[in-house]
């Protein structure tokens, strides 16, 4: 298997980001009047299940989540509550973890680092599609490649700003910039609903997770269509 072109998301793949991500959420919570009571651990595993731009819409209290199940008028008017409240928490979350980059910079991952330099020194063509706002990835790139963010990433989107939840527009959009074909090309992230698009997109994938292996040498070994790993 030839892999021309690689995809990856920041959180976790290139930045230890759940302690930020954590805090934030927190915060945002706590402001509406529902603290969180989310461990680290469970944090991320809502976050590997629905993924990070859709955590806080699983958080709300369930008779909240259930409020437009319920039919009629009133049904609605619940649900139509529920998902302001989802979006407003959201949105807090993302302006609190914004705003911690200021002061308190997210580790590295060695293994993403050393990913992103051999794979360009074999030609690899490389990308970023991440669920953060473009404000906050634009920060995080910054922070670890300054002025060559540009000459090291073909294409950097976020999945946050985009209109189409289902993300096949952002990978379409991913392989013309890059000029590489689907099954030349493969996804690293966290998230299975992001995998998920991806494979039906027809890109291989990767399923990272943290302290995972992560090397070019085994990347082909690893990225498969069928199944996330």
């Given at each position: 298997?030839?892999?021309n072109?690689?995809l990856l998301?920041?959180?976790e793949i290139?930045?230890d980001?759940?302690?930020?991500h954590?805090?934030?959420?927190?915060?945002?919570m706590e402001g509406?009047?529902?603290?969180?009571?989310w461990?680290?651990?469970?944090?991320?595993?809502?976050a590997s299940t629905?993924?990070?731009?859709?955590?806080?819409?699983v958080?709300?209290p369930?008779?909240?989540q259930a409020?437009?199940k319920?039919g009629?008028?009133?049904?609605?008017?619940?649900?139509?509550k529920a998902?302001?409240r989802?979006?407003?928490l959201n949105a807090a979350?993302?302006?609190?973890?914004?705003a911690?980059l200021a002061?308190?910079?997210?580790e590295?991952?060695?293994?993403?680092?050393?990913?992103?330099k051999?794979?360009?020194d074999?030609?690899?063509?490389?990308g970023?599609?991440?669920?953060?706002p473009?404000?906050?990835?634009g920060?995080?790139?910054?922070?670890?490649?300054?002025?060559?963010?540009?000459?090291?990433?073909?294409?950097?989107?976020?999945?946050?700003?985009?209109?189409?939840?289902?993300?096949?527009?952002l990978?379409?959009?991913?392989l013309?910039?890059?000029?590489v074909?689907a099954?030349?090309t493969v996804l690293i992230d966290?998230?299975?609903?992001n995998?998920?698009a991806?494979?039906?997109?027809g890109?291989?994938?990767?399923?990272?997770?943290?302290?995972?292996?992560?090397?070019?040498?085994?990347?082909?070994?690893?990225?498969?269509r069928?199944s996330?790993n």
């Amino acid at each position: 298997m030839t892999i021309n072109a690689i995809l990856l998301n920041l959180d976790e793949i290139l930045f230890d980001t759940a302690p930020l991500h954590l805090a934030a959420i927190r915060a945002a919570m706590e402001g509406s009047g529902v603290p969180l009571r989310w461990s680290m651990p469970e944090l991320c595993e809502v976050a590997s299940t629905v993924g990070w731009t859709r955590v806080l819409d699983v958080a709300l209290p369930q008779d909240e989540q259930a409020g437009g199940k319920s039919g009629g008028k009133a049904g609605a008017k619940a649900g139509a509550k529920a998902q302001s409240r989802a979006i407003d928490l959201n949105a807090a979350h993302h302006r609190h973890f914004h705003a911690a980059l200021a002061t308190r910079k997210p580790e590295a991952n060695p293994r993403g680092l050393q990913l992103i330099k051999d794979a360009l020194d074999a030609g690899c063509k490389l990308g970023v599609i991440s669920d953060l706002p473009a404000p906050s990835v634009g920060a995080l790139l910054e922070q670890l490649f300054g002025n060559d963010v540009n000459s090291k990433f073909s294409v950097v989107a976020s999945r946050h700003d985009a209109r189409h939840r289902q993300h096949d527009g952002l990978h379409a959009l991913a392989l013309r910039t890059m000029g590489v074909d689907a099954e030349e090309t493969v996804l690293i992230d966290t998230s299975l609903p992001n995998l998920l698009a991806a494979r039906k997109a027809g890109l291989r994938t990767v399923h990272f997770k943290m302290p995972g292996i992560l090397s070019w040498t085994s990347l082909p070994a690893m990225a498969s269509r069928a199944s996330a790993n």
